[in-house]
């Protein structure tokens, strides 16, 4: 017994092969590949040690420790010291505009005294 399929069967059949096989893998899309170089913040010279003019002893965003006697402050709010001396670190309040009193981290460079 022969089984005689029609025309429009095989048409059918022949668009459902073609729109189910693929005749590439599927590739997919990247989401991180770019590379960000570190941006090495943080404190550089901790209480005690010893400032050289114009060293960095913080890098920071934003003024989280704010700059004390002798220290300057860059414009990426990076402190560095503006003379020889011992780094020292302080608590200092700052009172805000809405009459809120913050207490904040001050950095300070005490002159050597020979």
């Known amino acids: 017994m022969k089984l005689v399929l029609g025309d429009d069967f095989l048409k059918?059949?022949?668009?459902l092969r073609k729109s189910i096989m693929a005749t590439k893998k599927a590739g997919?899309?990247?989401?991180?590949?770019?590379?960000?170089?570190?941006?090495?913040l943080g404190i550089k010279l901790y209480g005690g040690e010893s400032a050289q003019v114009?060293?960095?002893?913080?890098?920071?965003r934003g003024t989280r420790i704010l700059a004390?006697?002798?220290?300057?402050?860059?414009?990426?709010?990076?402190?560095?010291a503006l003379k020889n001396g011992l780094?020292?670190?302080d608590h200092t309040r700052k009172r805000g505009f809405n009459d809120t009193v913050k207490v904040k981290k001050t950095v300070s460079v005490m002159e050597n005294k020979k």
């Not at 059918?12 to 668009?15: G, M, R, T, V």
């Not at 997919?28 to 090495?40: F, I, M, R």
Request: proline share 2%; net charge positive.
């Open 68 to 80: 004390g006697k002798n220290v300057g402050l860059g414009k990426d709010h990076t402190l560095f």
């Open 28 to 40: 997919g899309t990247a989401k991180n590949l770019t590379d960000v170089n570190p941006q090495y």
């Open 87 to 89: 780094v020292q670190y």
């Open 54 to 60: 114009g060293s960095v002893i913080v890098r920071q």
């Open 12 to 15: 059918l059949a022949d668009s």
